[in-house]
């Protein structure tokens, strides 16, 4: 009898101790099918974004990250989506209803991630991205897997934001990036006060001011040399990605604030063109009064620009003069 009892209290134990484990090693949805969140042994070296029919993988090189294996990424938006790999979790599921209606209905097509530590595959899912939250998202394992809303602790913004395939998004958020030495001229024109346009030239590092009359005299030289200076670093705070087709022409329709042209020693043009970006403020449309709509010759994107970032550059010419 002794004996039968020591068995079934070894049995019992036995049976504890698994349970035990289960719990507290399995997700309550189960960990193979909503266990997001990468743990590299020491770093995520590689991230793969597949989907609308285009790949982009960003790579580790020494220090950096490169964009496709080419160009340089942006530091901020490559340690936001490290985060958002290392620390997702689970917010709420997703009922079979929302995930048609807001999913399937619509005929979101999954962005698929994958991760890798060196050769090593650390995670792979998919990322719905939808407004029906706001964290931006609504996330699968595999296509046969329960779907989730996912976030980062501490985190309440649109982490669906950081899953891009658009390479602009990737690379620098910089507009100028030129010495005083790079510089051969300058010129802004204001096209809401014409007289207060100007234009600088470099002549061996010998400067001329000029308004619409010709050259000017009389002004500050160190002026002149400080507004050159702030051209060595003129960021804009994010692409305007969501603008379409017929918007962009019709603001492209409309008379800009400003024009900022750059002509550089090695013979490059970059134009920058900026207008007034609309806001809805209490329920009424009206102007910005802290940001603009920028765009450049070189691309047919629309960005956005802080006046603090531009205000710098928007100098009348009777800046460079003594008051």
Same mark, same amino acid.
Request: net charge positive; glycine share 8%.
């Given at each position: 009898?002794? %004996?039968?009892?020591?068995?079934?209290?070894?049995?019992?134990?036995?049976?504890?101790?698994?349970?035990?484990?289960?719990?507290?090693?399995?997700?309550?949805?189960?960990?193979?099918?909503?266990?997001?969140?990468?743990?590299?042994?020491?770093?995520?070296?590689?991230?793969?974004?597949?989907?609308?029919?285009?790949?982009?993988?960003?790579?580790?090189?020494?220090?950096?990250?490169?964009?496709?294996?080419?160009?340089?990424?942006?530091?901020?938006?490559?340690?936001?989506?490290?985060?958002? #790999?290392?620390?997702?979790?689970?917010?709420?599921?997703?009922?079979?209803? #929302?995930?048609?209606?807001?999913?399937?209905?619509?005929? /979101?097509?999954?962005?698929?991630?994958? /991760?890798?530590?060196?050769?090593?595959?650390? %995670?792979?899912? #998919?990322?719905?991205?939808?407004?029906?939250?706001?964290?931006?998202?609504?996330?699968?394992?595999?296509?046969?897997? %329960?779907?989730?809303?996912?976030?980062?602790?501490?985190?309440?913004?649109?982490?669906?934001?950081?899953?891009?395939?658009?390479?602009?998004?990737? $690379?620098?958020?910089?507009?100028?990036?030129?010495?005083?030495?790079?510089?051969?001229?300058?010129?802004?024109?204001?096209?809401?006060?014409?007289?207060?346009?100007?234009?600088?030239?470099?002549?061996?590092?010998?400067?001329?001011?000029?308004?619409?009359?010709?050259?000017?005299?009389?002004?500050?030289?160190?002026?002149? /040399?400080?507004?050159?200076?702030?051209?060595?670093?003129?960021?804009?705070?994010?692409?305007?990605?969501?603008?379409?087709?017929?918007?962009?022409?019709?603001? *492209?329709? $409309?008379?800009?604030?400003?024009?900022?042209?750059?002509?550089?020693?090695?013979?490059?043009?970059?134009?920058?063109?900026?207008?007034?970006?609309?806001?809805?403020?209490?329920?009424?449309?009206?102007?910005?009064?802290?940001?603009?709509?920028?765009?450049? *010759?070189?691309?047919? *994107?629309?960005?956005?620009?802080?006046?603090?970032?531009?205000?710098? #550059?928007?100098?009348?010419?009777?800046?460079?003069?003594? $008051?």
């Amino acid at each position: 009898m002794n %004996k039968i009892l020591i068995r079934s209290l070894f049995l019992f134990i036995v049976i504890g101790l698994v349970l035990m484990i289960l719990l507290i090693t399995r997700s309550p949805f189960g960990k193979t099918n909503s266990s997001f969140a990468s743990e590299p042994k020491e770093e995520i070296t590689r991230i793969e974004f597949t989907g609308e029919g285009r790949k982009l993988f960003l790579v580790k090189k020494g220090e950096s990250w490169l964009i496709n294996g080419k160009s340089e990424a942006r530091k901020s938006g490559v340690l936001f989506i490290l985060r958002i #790999l290392k620390e997702i979790k689970i917010k709420s599921s997703v009922s079979t209803e #929302l995930f048609a209606g807001e999913i399937t209905g619509k005929n /979101v097509g999954p962005i698929k991630v994958k /991760v890798y530590e060196k050769s090593r595959l650390l %995670k792979t899912f #998919l990322v719905y991205k939808t407004r029906s939250n706001i964290y931006g998202n609504i996330m699968k394992i595999k296509e046969s897997s %329960k779907p989730f809303i996912v976030y980062v602790p501490g985190y309440e913004g649109d982490i669906g934001s950081g899953f891009m395939l658009n390479e602009l998004f990737w $690379q620098p958020y910089t507009v100028f990036n030129l010495l005083p030495s790079e510089i051969a001229s300058v010129s802004l024109e204001n096209l809401s006060d014409t007289k207060s346009s100007f234009t600088i030239l470099n002549r061996d590092n010998h400067y001329l001011l000029s308004g619409a009359a010709g050259n000017l005299t009389g002004w500050d030289s160190s002026l002149v /040399v400080r507004y050159i200076s702030y051209f060595a670093w003129v960021p804009f705070e994010s692409w305007a990605l969501e603008i379409g087709e017929a918007e962009k022409k019709s603001i *492209e329709a $409309q008379q800009p604030l400003y024009r900022i042209t750059i002509n550089t020693t090695t013979g490059r043009k970059r134009v920058l063109t900026l207008w007034g970006m609309m806001t809805v403020k209490s329920g009424a449309k009206g102007i910005d009064s802290d940001r603009l709509l920028g765009k450049t *010759e070189e691309k047919d *994107e629309f960005f956005i620009m802080r006046y603090f970032d531009i205000d710098p #550059l928007i100098k009348k010419i009777s800046y460079f003069f003594p $008051q």
